[in-house]
């Protein structure tokens, strides 16, 4: 399995920005997907994660209602669409999937997913 991120940018605090992450390749190996974050200098976070079988997705703490995951399996693609951000929101963002879904105390392991996407750049001036 191959994942593209995209869709990031530059953009001002409060603004709204969807990045996108196009899964090639063995598609139908995976199942779950999640978005992680690393901003300059930090550790890479987890940011959300959704189980391409029909479940809500989960977020982290910090989301606070502001992003929100989708997917469109027709497109073999998973959207983290983020509003009101915050300059605290740049950072890399990546996709990662695996073939099985994870348990929620799981979610935020990166060790457990086995394919990633090479990330795509946000960063939010203020």
């Known amino acids: 399995v191959q994942l593209q991120a995209s869709g990031g940018g530059l953009v001002q605090a409060g603004a709204s920005l969807r990045v996108s992450c196009l899964a090639s390749g063995r598609r139908s190996m995976m199942n779950f997907l999640a978005w992680f974050r690393q901003a300059s200098g930090k550790e890479r976070e987890y940011v959300g994660s959704i189980y391409l079988g029909g479940e809500r997705p989960y977020y982290a703490d910090f989301v606070k209602g502001r992003f929100t995951i989708s997917r469109d399996n027709a497109k073999d693609t998973v959207y983290l669409q983020m509003n009101d951000l915050k300059p605290e929101d740049t950072a890399v963002y990546f996709c990662?999937?695996?073939?099985?879904?994870?348990?929620?105390?799981?979610?935020?392991?990166?060790?457990?997913?086995?394919?990633w996407g090479q990330g795509t750049q946000v960063t939010v001036s203020s």
């Open positions: 990662a999937g695996r073939q099985n879904r994870l348990a929620l105390s799981g979610r935020a392991n990166q060790r457990a997913y086995e394919w």
